[in-house]
Structure formats: structure tokens, C-alpha cells
């Protein structure tokens, strides 16, 4: 137990959480050959491992998140995940044990670029391998064996953390019950990989990228993040819900014919991206947008995603938006298609929701009601009281 | 749970351990009927939100899809039985579905409300549209658009060579053996491709 129970934050909330850190002294190998010689893992838990340690859930973060995911943190921010769980929400902490962690590679406290190398005093750099989303698994199977959890309940995750999810039935089948699946895609398509080297050539090219080696220069390659967040942020959402939010609507009370923000939607982008620029890290965001376009569980069998399933045990629930067009429905069939092939169980929702690829964090109640309903059979199933 | 009538007469054709699709699996009830009575790997087929929430509830795989843009998430021949209960009547491109059907499944099994039963002719005699425990719905507000009788399904199936195994006609639950377009509710049947 690492909260405090907080009653000012109300009764569905983990309250006040604090990261844990674990070091970690064997090497991990990468897929992309490299290696780091050793290495700490920040992460969250809320609720508690029973005695069976049977109700563990894993929690994947996508692109920009980390390890808090639910509740309140030192700097009274809110996990990016808290509307789906604390106590009495649809993962329910008072039932599960539920664990975030901030991967490799990472800007939250977890070994990245930014980390000081310990072979050379320096922060790796660009001498910081390129990560997979498979090296993230075994790296997350490793914090589980220190835990003392053989077998996750569930590995859960929205986009780039569903993707860790299905890797996860692939690489681990014995260790995995359930793989909660949402808005993902088997792989990228071009169009995705295309807008990630757009943002990824942003911070390349920013002269203050130096190589990826801009720590000893004291200097950071904001103009690079910022442009990457604004690119990466329209991707996330709808057109309609674009319009929905911003309209036309002007930043002042006429048009002024310049180039400085005219609309409201120019100003949201600028501030996204500025925000962005103040906390993450570049190298970060090139590893883990390559770890995107990476993702391809059916390459090393053939391109067929139902060949890559065929030892995975887990239970699905896959869940799409429908106006989502950067991983769409059809891309979350793909998964489900190879999992009925596999004749695994599998659940498949496609949530009518506006919008568009960050509806995955927000509050519908459909989606919300099935994830719910979900781990109720998980709890029954697993007979998790 | 509800057993409805035509649940047993589907139990009684399926094998143990089989595999089974429900198109249009409503609530999961069919489905979880045949897991706990023929363990059946079984997955249900539903556009709707309430009915697949109520199928995970119901512990069913449910897979949100509209049946009538076809199946296409299911190999050939990938099920031992995929059913239609009470669905056929609700379903716009009835010749799909049954073709679909038919490629997915090694064996179909459609069950319908009989509109050639007495107490539905005796309705439209009266200059009414029929309301009945088989068919539960006003004119205004029903899903059933493609109804049929019992020999109206048998042309159509003979035209879309598709073979009849096995035929169930039942009237509140108890089996009509004579007479059965005219006396019969609701009909269950099995079918093969020729």
C-alpha cells in the first residue's frame, strides 16, 4: 500500500499516491540489439495484492502518459486514468491491485535518454537504444517477478498501451488472463508512421537538438516538442470534434490578416504544444514514436497477426470509437479477427463516440459500463472477492 | 434466465463442445443456455449497446458488428452451428445473411414466428395486423419487416439450394406435428448447404 487514504479527494478516488522506484541490475537486451546495463522502473500501485496474488492488473500508458495513472500525485495532479480507476470505478481498486509503470526509456523517473549513463557520467543521449514495445514487456514481466505476480488478472491499455497489452498475450501467454484492448491497431499504417516522422523530424531538425545529445548543451529542443504535440494532438482528435470545440471562432474580435493566431484552434495547439515542451522529453518521444511504428506482432510470423496469436491463452475485450481515424474500428477488427481464429474468447465493442482517438480517456458511459461489466466476469472467473 | 421455447429444441441439435455463432444474440441468453447445457465455445453477433453489455454481463463473447454488411471477421466453415433465433424476420438482406450463414457454419439453425399461424390469419381476417406472443409488436413499432410462413421459408430455402435437416414446429412450447403452417407458432430449422 503506497496511498493515503484522502478523504478530501472523495470517496472514488485512490487519494494521494506516491511513486515507487526498483532498481533493476541485470541487463535487458533490446530487439534493436543494444542493451542497458541496468536500470529503475517507476511505478504506482493502487489497492492491494491479495494473498493469491491473483487480482494484479497492469496498466500500459500510451505516447505521452506515465505511471500515474490514477489519483493525485505531490504536484495535486490527476492521473491520466482516474476516470476509469479508483474505488468503485469500472477497475475497481478496492477488488484489484493495479500497477502503472513508466517504460523504458521514459521521462518520469524510469531509465531513459535523459538518465545519467553510468558507463560514462553523461545522460545517454543518443547512446540510449531503441526501444519495442516486446523490450517494454520484458521489462514489465521483470517488475512483476519482484512484485510476486506470476499472472496479471489483466494487462490493460488504451492505443499505444493496448499494443502493449496484445504483446503481452503473445510473448507471455502463461502470465496474462485477460488482455483489455482499446483503440489500437495491429500495426501502423503509412499515414501513422507518416505523421510520427513528421513530429519526429520537427525535434531533429530544431537546432537545439544536437544530435539527441542537447543535455550538455543546457539547452532543449522545445520548438521541435512543441510542433511535434501540436501535429501529434490533431491526430487524437476528430474533425468533428475539433469543430465541435473551436468552431471558427477567433482569438480576438476581428480578423487582423497576420500570421500570429487568428483562431482559437491556432491558440489551443500553441498552448498544448508549449505545455508539452515544459515537461517531456525529446529523445523520449522519438523512442517511443519509433517503438509505434515498430509495433508489427505478426512480422515475425509471415504478416499473419492469427499465426502470432496462436499460442496466446488470454481473454479479449477489444474496444474501438467509432471516430477514431487514426487507429479506426476496421484496425481493432484485425485483432479481433485473429483472435476468433484462435478461437480465443474475445469481445468486441465499437463505441459510437465523436470524439476520435482520445475518446479512450474520457468518460462514456457505454465504455465505461462494459469495462465494468468486464472485470466483474474477470473477478468472477478468477474468483477474486 | 428466460428459456424460451425454441432454446431446447436448438440444445437438442447441438453437440457438446461445439462451436457456436448466434447472430443477433440479443442479451446472451441463447448463448449462455447452451454454455451451461451443451458447453458450447459460443460467440454472439449484436449491433446493439444495451443487448452486447448485457451479453458480457451474461459472461457470452459478444462482437459488436451489423450482420448485414456480412461476415467477414468469420472464416468459412470456422463454426459447427450458426444460429438465428428470431432474427431472420428482422434483418434487411435476408439472402446475405443466410448465405453468410451457411459459408461460416457447417450447419444453420433459423427459428421464426409463423405468420401462417391460425391466430395471425384470423387477425388479418378481422382486418388486423397480428399481435401475439410470437410476434409481440404493433404495426408502428415493430423491428419484423421480412416475415414469412413456414412454406414461404421452405420456397426461399429451395431456391437458394439450401437443404432442410431437421424441422421443429411449436406452439407455446409444445411440438405441432400436423397441419403445421396452419396451427404452428414459431418454426426452428436446421440447414445445410447443398
Known amino acids: 500500500m503506497n496511498q493515503i487514504t484522502a478523504p478530501l479527494y472523495g470517496q472514488n478516488s485512490v487519494g494521494i499516491v506516491e511513486p515507487q522506484s526498483m532498481h533493476f541490475a541485470a541487463p535487458l537486451l533490446t530487439r534493436s540489439g543494444g542493451s542497458i546495463a541496468g536500470y529503475d522502473l517507476v511505478y504506482e500501485t493502487y489497492g492491494s495484492l491479495n494473498a493469491e496474488k491473483s487480482n494484479a492488473v497492469l496498466v500500459c500508458h500510451a505516447l505521452n502518459a506515465s505511471h500515474h495513472v490514477a489519483g493525485y500525485d505531490a504536484d495535486n495532479s490527476l492521473g491520466w486514468w482516474d476516470n476509469m480507476i479508483g474505488p468503485g470505478k469500472p477497475l475497481d481498486t478496492q477488488r484489484f491491485f493495479v500497477i502503472g509503470v513508466n517504460n523504458l526509456g521514459g521521462c518520469f523517473g524510469t531509465t531513459g535518454p535523459s538518465s545519467i549513463n553510468p558507463a560514462t557520467g553523461k545522460p545517454y543521449g543518443s547512446d540510449f537504444p531503441i526501444m519495442t514495445v516486446d523490450d517494454w514487456v520484458t521489462a514489465q514481466t521483470r517488475l512483476a517477478d519482484r512484485l510476486g505476480i506470476h499472472r ?23 502470465r496474462i488472463a485477460n488482455a483489455i484492448v482499446v483503440a489500437a491497431a495491429p500495426q501502423l499504417s503509412a499515414q501513422n508512421i507518416a505523421f510520427n516522422e513528421v513530429a519526429r523530424r520537427a525535434i531533429t531538425t530544431d537546432p537545439d537538438f544536437h544530435g539527441g545529445d542537447y543535455y550538455q548543451h543546457n539547452v532543449i ?121 484462435n478461437h480465443l474468447d474475445v469481445s468486441y465493442a465499437e463505441i459510437d463516440a465523436p470524439h476520435g482517438h482520445d475518446a479512450f480517456l474520457l468518460d462514456d458511459p457505454r465504455y465505461h459500463g462494459l469495462v465494468r461489466s468486464y472485470f466483474e466476469r474477470v473477478a468472477e472467473e478468477l474468483k477474486i472477492l | 434466465m428466460i428459456v424460451r421455447a425454441d432454446f431446447d429444441t436448438i440444445a437438442s441439435w447441438i453437440h457438446t463442445g461445439s462451436r457456436v ?116 409488436y404493433q404495426w408502428y413499432d415493430t423491428p419484423n419487416i421480412h416475415l414469412c410462413t413456414l412454406k414461404d421459408f421452405e420456397a426461399f430455402c429451395a431456391r437458394l439450394d439450401v437443404k432442410i435437416t431437421e424441422r421443429m414446429v411449436l406452439t407455446r412450447g409444445k411440438p405441432v406435428y400436423r397441419r403445421a403452417n396452419f396451427l404452428g407458432a414459431m418454426a426452428v430449422y436446421r440447414l445445410q448447404s447443398v
Open chain 2, 21 to 136: 455463432l448466434d447472430l443477433g444474440c440479443g442479451n446472451g441468453t441463447l448463448l449462455q443456455y447452451l454454455q451451461n447445457k451443451r458447453s458450447v465455445n459460443g460467440y454472439g453477433v449484436e449491433i446493439d449497446d444495451d443487448n452486447l453489455l448485457s451479453s458480457v454481463r451474461n459472461g457470452v463473447n459478444v462482437i459488436q458488428m451489423d450482420l448485414e454488411s456480412g461476415l467477414s471477421v468469420f472464416e468459412s466453415e470456422s463454426f459447427d452451428y450458426v444460429i438465428l433465433s428470431q432474427t431472420l424476420q428482422a434483418v434487411h438482406r435476408t439472402e446475405l445473411i443466410v448465405r453468410e450463414m451457411l459459408r461460416v457454419g457447417k450447419e444453420g439453425i433459423v427459428t421464426f414466428p409463423n405468420f401462417g399461424y391460425w391466430q395471425h390469419r384470423l387477425d388479418i381476417l378481422r382486418g388486423r395486423m397480428p399481435v401475439s406472443e410470437d410476434l409481440p
Open chain 1, 152 to 174: 496479471f488478472a489483466a494487462v490493460m491499455g488504451g492505443s499505444l498501451g493496448a499494443m502493449q497489452a496484445l504483446q503481452w498475450a503473445i510473448s507471455v501467454p502463461e
Open chain 1, 221 to 341: 529542443p522545445k520548438r521541435g516538442l512543441r510542433l511535434a504535440r501540436m501535429i501529434g494532438h490533431i491526430t487524437y482528435l476528430s474533425d468533428d470534434a475539433m469543430m465541435e470545440k473551436f468552431g471558427r471562432a477567433l482569438r480576438g474580435d476581428n480578423i487582423g490578416y497576420h500570421f500570429d493566431v487568428e483562431f482559437e484552434v491556432e491558440s489551443y495547439l500553441r498552448y498544448q504544444g508549449d505545455k508539452f515542451a515544459e515537461y517531456f522529453d525529446a529523445n523520449t518521444y522519438l523512442l517511443i514514436t519509433r517503438a509505434l511504428d515498430y509495433f508489427d506482432p505478426a512480422q515475425d510470423y509471415d504478416g499473419n497477426l492469427a499465426k502470432a496469436l496462436a499460442q496466446a491463452r488470454a481473454k479479449f475485450l477489444v474496444v474501438s470509437f467509432t471516430s477514431d481515424w487514426r487507429f479506426s474500428p476496421g484496425r481493432s477488427r484485425e485483432i479481433v479477427k485473429a483472435a476468433l481464429d
